[in-house]
C-alpha cells in the first residue's frame, strides 16, 4: 500500500514539472500590445544642434529638420523646452521662402505626421527676455517622440545674450534648405538672412556646425545693376568673402574692389557684411545667392537666388525693420542647388604692376 502511494506521488510530481515546463516555454502572453513581431518599426531624425548669439529682447531664429527613418507612416509629438523659459514658436516651412508657414507650437505637444523618408523643415523662433543680462546662455531643447512607434530624437539650440555685436538683431530670413545635409556640417547651409542698419548690409549664413573659414569660404553674391558674372539666371556684380574682401565683377574676373568684407563666426552661423556706400545699388530687385566652396574651388552648398526690393536692403530705417517681411517678396527661382565635385573657375590674369587683385571663384 505505501509502495503504491509513493509511486502515485512521483507520477504527480512528474505530471505538474512537465506542465510547468510547457508554460515556462509556451508562446509570450503580452499585455495590452501585440507580439514583437507585429509591432510597427518606427524611427526619427531631428538635426542639428544649433548656437547664435542676440541682444536682449531679440528674436533668434533656427531652422531644424525632423525626418521619418521609419518604413511606415507615423506620428510625431513635438514639445519645447527653455532654460531660462523664454518663449519658443515652432513653425512649419512648407514652401522654403519664409511664406505661407504653418505654426505648430503653442501650444506645445503639436502631432505631426510624415511618410516613410519625408522631411519637414521646422523654424523654431525664441525670443529673448528683454531684462536678460550678457552672457546669459540658454539651451532649449526640441523633441519628437512618437506615441505609436516610441521612435523618439531631439535637438539642442543654444541662445547667448550679448548687446555688443557688431550687427543688429532684426533679421529677416530670406529661405530655408530643404535639401539632403552637405558634408562637412560646417558647410551646410541651413537657412540664410539679412538685415540692414542704416549704413551696412549683413547677411548671416546659418549651418549646421561652427564654420570652418581658414578651411572653406563662405560668400554672398549680389546682383544689383545691368552687367556682372552670369549665375543661376542672374548677373552678380559684387561678391562679400569670408576672406574679408569685398570682390567686383569688371566685365572678366572678380577683383578686389578696394573694400572690405566684415565677417564674424558666431556659434553656427557666419555673419558677412559691407558698407551700403561700397555697393552700386542701381537695379529695382537686388538678388542674393550665398554658397560655400573648398580652398580648390570645389562648391559644397548653395542656396537662392532669393529676390529682395532694394528699398528694403538700402533705404529701411532700422526701427522698421520687423515689418519688412510685409514688402519682401521672392523670385519663384529661390531654388536650391547642392552641388558635389564641381571645379569649374574663373581664372584670371592680373596685370603687372596693377593694384587690383583676382580671385578664382568657381561660378
Not at 546662455?137 to 519628437?144: P, Q, W
Not at 556640417?185 to 556646425?209: E, I
Request: proline share 6%; aromatic share 8%.
Amino acid at each position: 500500500m505505501k509502495r503504491a502511494i509513493r509511486v502515485l506521488q512521483l507520477s504527480a510530481t512528474v505530471v505538474f514539472c512537465w506542465s510547468l515546463l510547457i508554460v515556462v516555454s509556451g508562446p509570450e502572453i503580452t499585455q495590452g500590445r501585440p507580439p514583437i513581431e507585429g509591432r510597427q518599426k518606427g524611427g526619427v531624425d531631428l538635426a542639428p544642434d544649433q548656437s547664435f548669439s542676440g541682444p536682449a529682447g531679440s528674436i533668434i531664429e533656427y531652422n531644424v529638420y525632423i525626418k521619418n527613418t521609419g518604413k511606415s507612416t507615423d506620428n510625431y509629438l513635438l514639445t519645447v523646452s527653455s532654460s531660462q523659459g523664454y518663449s519658443v514658436e515652432v513653425w512649419q516651412d512648407t514652401d522654403q521662402l519664409n511664406g505661407g508657414d504653418v505654426q505648430l507650437i503653442p501650444p506645445d505637444g503639436y502631432l505631426l505626421t510624415l511618410d516613410p523618408d519625408e522631411v519637414a523643415t521646422l523654424v523654431v523662433s525664441i525670443t529673448l527676455f528683454s531684462d536678460a543680462i550678457d552672457g546669459t546662455v540658454d539651451t532649449t531643447r526640441v523633441e519628437a517622440i512618437s506615441p505609436d512607434s516610441g521612435a523618439s530624437d531631439s535637438v539642442t539650440l543654444t541662445t547667448t545674450v550679448n548687446s555688443s555685436l557688431l550687427y543688429p538683431s532684426n533679421w529677416v530670413q530670406l529661405g530655408s534648405d530643404p535639401m539632403i545635409p552637405s558634408h562637412p556640417d560646417k558647410v551646410d547651409v541651413k537657412a540664410l538672412y539679412y538685415t540692414n542698419n542704416g549704413t551696412h548690409v549683413f547677411f548671416r549664413m546659418a549651418l549646421a556646425d561652427r564654420p570652418d573659414p581658414k578651411a572653406f569660404a563662405y560668400i554672398v553674391y549680389l546682383d544689383t545693376k545691368p552687367g556682372g558674372q552670369q549665375l543661376d539666371g542672374h548677373a552678380y556684380d559684387y561678391l562679400l568673402s569670408s576672406d574679408g574682401i569685398l570682390y567686383e565683377w569688371n566685365g572678366t574676373n572678380w577683383i578686389d574692389s578696394g573694400n572690405q568684407t566684415g565677417y564674424q563666426a558666431d556659434g553656427t552661423s557666419l555673419v558677412l557684411w559691407t558698407s551700403l556706400d561700397n555697393l552700386g545699388l542701381n537695379a529695382q530687385d537686388i538678388h542674393v545667392l550665398s554658397r560655400t566652396i573648398t580652398k580648390d574651388f570645389t562648391i559644397k552648398d548653395s542656396i537662392g537666388p532669393y529676390d529682395i526690393l532694394r528699398n528694403n536692403i538700402a533705404e529701411m530705417p532700422l526701427m522698421l525693420i520687423p515689418l519688412v517681411t510685409l514688402a519682401i517678396y521672392f523670385a519663384v527661382s529661390g531654388t536650391r542647388k547642392r552641388i558635389e565635385n564641381q571645379t569649374r573657375g574663373a581664372r584670371a590674369k592680373g596685370r603687372t604692376g596693377s593694384t587690383e587683385k583676382t580671385v578664382h571663384v568657381v561660378p
